[in-house]
């Protein structure tokens, strides 16, 4: 088994070291310079000749510039993101050159508060100066030029890796053309920043943490193992911690009646303190908490909006539903704001138990998503016919059906080559609901619009982002507010209105952030209907509405009449009014013969 | 105002003190032995006559027995739940004769690790026997036998003191009338045995702590400040935390780049931190969240259900949206388990963002919750026309209406008095959709059966408990699933099945927890509805279905004709069929003439 991990990874690499020492040194936030910083880093896979296909890879708290591969022969564990890094993985060496360095403060070979200070020979301590997130986003800048890297084709991290891949791309958009931000937030909340401060608490109350020049002796062991436990906690949910652990007790036989260690959950989390007390500097872990709390993208900024509009490069954001450190509500939160700054911003929030911990465990659906968002940033302009996966996709795999649509062959929908016509060339175009993507790919395809979707479920905006397509997973009841007005030239709702809770509000809302908007429904005015409700007084089943009273999803009913009269009342003007059935268009008494309906709306007033 | 509140409260309160020495010791759970035990109490109000009206109040981790009026005139602060507990407050001291005292292991008067060893002399430190929940309830069933007290109205308490008042329901069923469990779980989960584990490894961790023998000596005042500081942060929301606190700085010119106190948040912690080590002592504090870790109401039984059938008490249960410490869904699994035990157990669910706290913080409808259900107890028999406030809510302010029911007389509907002629006199019945319980009160005076209703709305809900009504809040989509089979003679629908996602499924669970069925929907089959489809090919709007196509609730469109196929289809046999038009019943061509349809359904196989 171990053998077999050893052989699909990229085998034994190198940490390595370069020390910077700009002319007037490196000045941080908190106004203090360091005259010198040595980085530790670490390289995978090759820089191509024309230099753009370099990603880096930034840690979060506990890690270190050891992603993948083995140290040494020796090395029983391979890096921290092994399963992310290598050969056909995720982050595919064989196709990308990929740099992962310690962050500045850190304790694995970076410049950081157990290195020697200059100035008195001695480990800093706590005379190292105070760091932020840009502050080891600095640094790295420093590293990419030294390694020739003009751009990156992207920066990938997860929760405090995140925080430094959001900063790269608010930053540095001239550099960072893609950003993969992973269970993660734009600004430290109040709840995150008193369990930092509670762990700073139990290091510094140790008698053995001596003011922080501790360098030779024990060190604050304990106080660093409390400080670990209780931010493990916060790593795990609720749920994986009952599916782990339970009650089970540490003694077969059962309580002990005892204060220590008598749950299994208890042993787990002392190990853990234990453990990482061996391989971490408790003023390290000072420094960094400290840079986590001090984490706001908006800073310096009138708004987060505004902070941003910065970003040029296109940005996928990963949550994960347990997750309740860095929850879902915050990646929405950022993803809005990257939405309404005019972004091209991805969101998937993955089902996980894992809690914030599922960065590091949900390795499949993570490498579905980081690699296709690497190839799309990669490859912007791939044409549909040409590229591999996704096409294919498109092509062989037509996926299940929206509600009411069992009429069309689903490879060939006949109202999507109608929508396909209404589009101008080169428009922006949001479809609401975009599943996979088909109408997108088509768009892009035949008419080259910039092609956005919203998609509530998690594997369609999975495969969306696989195939290069833009997509928000998100409710369009509840979230679509967080879009600006007029953002796109086309808004698309494709047999979807019946089934939502709120359509006059829906609708309104899409005429706000779409300045034209194209619309199908299914007619419930169609003679085979009406003549059954009239003469059988049953609710109508048909071939187009096959659906039972009591299991369709629709829940609304109308006919292209009503749609008139509710066009009419809300002041929004019909532009285009196509009827269709199942031999084509209808134009001969539409109400009565059509079976769908499509239409171009805009602002009436 | 503090002299306002003064004059609200009990007013000067003493605490009392008893020993207990029965014959051979008190025998705990972990197999020690105490000879004697001092408990600490304090008692409100006036026992009445018939001794019937005695209610107890157990507290919480950091609680103790002084709960309302103030110890001496010099006290700035009263007690920690005067606001709940007094004259004419949610537990209304003119009415009730009110208890609390001291838990077992507790450092505010009840013998803890803090008191004298008999065997020594010393305190006992950690000598004393570690104790469990079902200890504290043994040693206060002494006290309650002590004040002369045969029976209990109610036990009343919020976390611990929740479970405190589960283990009086179950262990001392004939003792105990009524229990009421805020904010609290069955059992301790796996998170919260983790977060206990890692604030006792702080106090152990300290120097300090000299292995529990600290008393004389300032004790281990770093180690429980950071226990305190860590659990707090469990007590409060994310929502609540920012709310408060937000990312302001202690210095309102900003960041000071310091790893100590910079955020306000911070400094609020420490504070905590440091006002709990003067009041609380360490060793408490680490027998205390030991009881909590062992704390499994379904210990000793082979499932919680059986454990829970000792329950003979009306319980209420109360949780707060935003608990997640002891979370909704804990409290859930309670109610269900209590409702499948055959438990008189009612459940709200209050909107809150206080999180854990909230059950100190959301007096009103605490308040409104425990009065009713305290006088629901004192008085299960009380006739609707004599009794107080709940009938004339119910004849003076008729509720906002159900959806498709408009032509009815709220006050007096037409279906109700129908569905109250269905009914076998002393049935068991339960209402799905029950709003604030105008059905069930006339079932229970016109029919004297043993009423239940499921309601999803807080407000509502809170309104049933205040009628005395056993209501739980749920939704009947999810979680009817968590009720036994045939565990009512009658499950009632009214005007609800056509709003249903899956009315399919709904009506077999209804049919599976309920010997018969009795529901009503309106009739899309109505000649208006069918001539307007018809010759408008428009969504019909009638004065009995009064909504546009695209706001209208149901979601569902059915006729009399096809619930008849529906029910032959799932072998559901309809017993009784009643069709209504606002003029009355309807015999002759039911299906084009009732507006609505009432029917007794029952499992036809």
Redesign the interface.
Known sequence: MQDCEREKSVGLVETRFVEFAPPGGIAL????VLETVTVAYETYGTLNVSRDNAVLVCHALSGDAHVAGYNSPEDEKPGWWDNMVGPGKGIDTDKYFVVCSNILGGCKGTTGPGSTNPATGEPYG?DF??VTVSDMVRVQRELVRHLGLESLLAVVGGSLGGMQALTWAAEYPEVCRGAVLIATTH?????Q???D??G???I????DFLGGDYYGTPGPR??L??AR??AH?TY?S?VS??Q????TFRNAEG?A????N??N??TY??HK?KAFVNRFDANTY??TT?AI??F?ASEGFPSLDASLSRVRGRVLVVSFTSD?LF?PQQSREMVFSLARAGGDVSYCNIRSDYGHDAFLLEVETLSRLISGFLDGVQYPDRDCDTCHRPCSQHRENPVEGTPGVRLFDRQHRVDYDMIVDLVEPGSRVLDIGCESGQLLCQLMRKRQVRAFGIELDEEQSVRCVESGITVIQADVQKDLSGLPDGSFDYVILSMTLQVLE???KALKELLRVGRKCIVSFPN??HWS???K??F????PVTPHLPY?????PN????????FR??CRDLGIRIEREICLSGDGPVRVWP??RADEALCLLSQGR
Chains 1, 2 share one sequence.
Do not use: C
Request: charged share 20%.
């Open positions: 936030d908190g106004g203090a706590l100066p105070v600004v430290a909340g109040a709840q920043i008193a369990f401060a509670v700073r608490t139990a510094q109350a140790d008698p304990r106080g193992a409390i436990m209780m906690i795990l609720e911690m009952n782990k652990f339970g009650r309580p009646f005892s204060l220590n008598e749950f959950v208890e989390l002392g303190g000072l420094y400290r709390d001090y706001d309740w929850s709120h359509p006059e419930f005015g209907v009406r003549l409700t009239f059988r007084g049953q609710a039972q009273w009591y299991d369709t829940r609304h009913v109308l006919t292209i009449q009503d009269v509710f109400n009565v």
